[in-house]
């Protein structure tokens, strides 16, 4: 129970429904995605904070770019347990979040739940930490968590201002991080996205 409180604490307040005045991307083409499994795209943030909201304007955007029955889109402020229950029972998850690790605002990278573990990581940010202790927390309790977990993670400028948009330089990388996204659904996606700093 008091752990359950806890996790209740971390809820945000605000409810997602910010209009967006411009079109950072052209729109394409419905593509129908088969797949045997089921998945989870999951855009973490805050949806009113400038580039913390970069995983729910993500998530919009794959809205109208693909459809699957085995594949669901969600958006979340949560964390702890009730992160952990909206990643209960996906054969895999696809988290998109913010990052800040001090490289240039903009890069897109992919990273592991291990990732995470290394101290030089552990400062970049409470949403991967957060992650982590979610899915601890799950496999604690015995709920089948996703085996298969990879973060799209883009650098952020600006991660405290009050905004419906994006800084200039996280809404350049959103077709990059799409274009990724799209190609780790379609198991096409071998390049790897750019590193981050270990120093």
Same mark, same amino acid.
Request: with cysteine.
């Given at each position: 129970m008091a752990a359950f409180?806890? @996790?209740?604490?971390?809820?945000? *307040?605000?409810? $997602? &429904?910010?209009?967006?005045?411009?079109?950072?991307?052209? %729109?394409?083409?419905?593509?129908?995605?088969?797949?045997?499994?089921?998945?989870?795209?999951?855009?973490?943030?805050?949806?009113?904070?400038?580039?913390?909201?970069?995983?729910?304007?993500?998530?919009?955007?794959?809205?109208?770019?693909?459809?699957?029955?085995?594949?669901?889109?969600?958006?979340?402020?949560?964390?702890?347990?009730?992160?952990?229950?909206?990643?209960?029972?996906?054969? @895999?998850?696809?988290?998109?979040? *913010?990052?800040? $690790? &001090?490289?240039?605002?903009?890069?897109?990278?992919?990273? %592991?739940?291990?990732d995470f573990h290394t101290k030089s990581v552990n400062h970049y940010g409470q949403h991967g930490t957060g992650l982590l202790q979610a899915m601890e927390l799950g496999k604690a309790l015995g709920w089948p968590m996703p085996e298969d977990v990879t973060i799209v993670a883009i650098e952020a400028e600006d991660l405290t201002s009050f905004g419906d948009d994006l800084t200039p330089a996280v809404a350049k990388a959103v077709p990059t991080a799409l274009k990724i996204i799209l190609e780790l659904l379609d198991g096409q996606h071998e390049q790897p996205c750019e590193k981050l700093k270990t120093s």
């Amino acid at each position: 129970m008091a752990a359950f409180i806890l @996790s209740c604490l971390y809820k945000a *307040a605000f409810v $997602s &429904g910010i209009n967006i005045n411009y079109l950072l991307v052209n %729109k394409t083409k419905r593509t129908e995605i088969k797949t045997s499994t089921r998945t989870l795209i999951l855009g973490i943030g805050n949806p009113i904070l400038r580039d913390d909201r970069v995983g729910h304007f993500l998530i919009q955007e794959l809205r109208s770019r693909f459809s699957s029955p085995g594949i669901e889109l969600q958006e979340t402020s949560f964390a702890g347990l009730n992160l952990a229950e909206l990643l209960l029972g996906f054969d @895999s998850v696809i988290i998109i979040d *913010a990052i800040q $690790s &001090g490289g240039v605002p903009g890069a897109v990278y992919c990273l %592991k739940p291990r990732d995470f573990h290394t101290k030089s990581v552990n400062h970049y940010g409470q949403h991967g930490t957060g992650l982590l202790q979610a899915m601890e927390l799950g496999k604690a309790l015995g709920w089948p968590m996703p085996e298969d977990v990879t973060i799209v993670a883009i650098e952020a400028e600006d991660l405290t201002s009050f905004g419906d948009d994006l800084t200039p330089a996280v809404a350049k990388a959103v077709p990059t991080a799409l274009k990724i996204i799209l190609e780790l659904l379609d198991g096409q996606h071998e390049q790897p996205c750019e590193k981050l700093k270990t120093s």
